[in-house]
C-alpha cells in the first residue's frame, strides 16, 4: 500500500477591483515536505473571468499569469532539499514570489491534506478550485449533421439516391444546393445548422443565405429553394433563431423553412414529389 502523508496547497487569487474585494482563482500551489514535492499550476485562459469582468484586459492578465508560473517554477526547481522540506507550508513559498500587498494578485487561505499522488492532488485542486466553473466546449452540431436523419429516412425509402447536388446560376453568382432534384423546376434543398455559439453567428447565417438568394433573382433556371433547419440546442438561443427564420423566409424566392422537428412533413413532401416527378405522363 503506498504511504499517505500530508501536503499543504495555497489559491493564487485574481482581484478585479481591490476595493470591490471581488476575486477569482486562477492557480494552486501544492507542497509535501515527505516527497520534496512543491508545485504550481496556474490557468492559461481566461475561462470564466471575461464574463465575470468583462472589461478585463485579457491579454495583460494572460503575460501576468504567465510571468507568476514560471518565476514559481523556477523557483520550485532551484530549491534545495533541505528548503523544500523546510518550507512551513505552500503559502510560505507563494509569499516568496508574490508579497502580500495591494496587486490584483493575492494568496488565499493554506489549505492541507493527506496524498499519496501530491501531483493528482494537484490536478484535483486546481479542477475543483479553478477549473470548476469554467464553460466545457459544447460541440455544434454542422449542416451535414442536420441532414443525417433525412437521408437515413430516404435510404430506408429507396429515395436518397434520386437527390444529387445542384448549382443555381445568375449573371451575379453561383450557389450550390447540397440537394436537389427536377420536377419542371428544380427543387433545391438546404440543411442549415443554427447550432451555434452566440445570437450574431445565428443571425450572421442567415443573412448571408438570404444575400446569396438576392444574388439567383436572375437565375438562368427556375428552382424553388428550401431550408431544412437544425435548431440550436442553447435554448437562450431561441429568440436569435425565430430572427433567422424570418430573415431566410422574407429573402427572395420565398424559401420553404422547415424546421428539424418536422422531419416527417419533409420527407413524405420530397417522396411525394419524387413520385410525382417519375410517374407517366397521361395521354390527353
Not at 486546481?126 to 443525417?148: G, L, N, S
Amino acid at each position: 500500500m503506498t504511504t499517505r502523508a500530508p501536503y499543504s496547497y495555497v489559491l493564487l487569487r485574481y482581484r478585479h477591483d481591490p476595493l470591490a474585494g471581488e476575486f477569482a482563482n486562477v492557480g494552486v500551489i501544492v507542497h509535501q515536505p515527505s516527497s520534496r514535492f512543491l508545485d504550481a499550476k496556474i490557468r492559461h485562459t481566461l475561462g470564466r473571468l471575461s464574463a465575470m469582468f468583462p472589461d478585463i484586459d485579457g491579454e495583460a492578465l494572460r503575460s501576468s499569469l504567465r510571468a507568476i508560473e514560471r518565476e514559481l517554477k523556477h523557483r520550485a526547481e532551484s530549491q534545495s532539499g533541505d528548503l523544500l522540506t523546510s518550507l512551513n507550508d505552500a503559502g510560505s513559498f507563494g509569499r516568496q514570489i508574490l508579497p502580500a500587498d495591494d496587486s490584483s494578485f493575492v494568496w488565499g487561505p493554506v489549505g492541507s491534506g493527506m496524498t499519496s499522488d501530491p501531483t493528482e492532488s494537484l490536478a484535483s485542486l486546481y479542477e475543483r478550485f479553478v477549473a470548476r466553473y469554467d464553460e466545457r466546449p459544447r460541440p455544434h452540431r454542422d449542416d451535414a449533421a442536420v441532414w443525417r436523419p433525412v437521408r437515413d429516412r430516404l435510404t430506408e425509402l429507396k429515395l436518397a439516391d434520386r437527390l444529387q447536388q445542384k448549382t443555381i446560376a445568375s449573371p451575379f453568382d453561383r450557389v450550390e444546393f447540397d440537394h436537389a432534384w427536377k420536377n419542371g423546376e428544380w427543387h433545391c434543398f438546404q440543411p442549415l445548422s443554427f447550432d451555434l455559439a452566440n445570437e450574431e453567428n445565428i443571425r450572421e447565417k442567415a443573412r448571408r443565405w438570404a444575400g446569396q438568394m438576392l444574388a439567383l433573382k436572375d437565375a438562368t433556371e427556375p428552382f424553388k429553394p428550401y431550408f431544412f433547419v437544425g435548431l440550436p440546442s442553447d435554448r437562450s438561443l431561441d429568440d436569435a433563431f425565430r430572427a433567422a427564420l424570418n430573415i431566410l423566409k422574407l429573402s427572395p424566392f420565398s424559401p420553404e423553412v422547415i424546421e428539424e422537428t418536422r422531419i416527417e412533413d419533409l420527407i413524405r413532401q420530397i417522396a411525394r414529389e419524387i413520385e410525382q416527378s417519375e410517374a407517366p405522363r397521361t395521354r390527353e
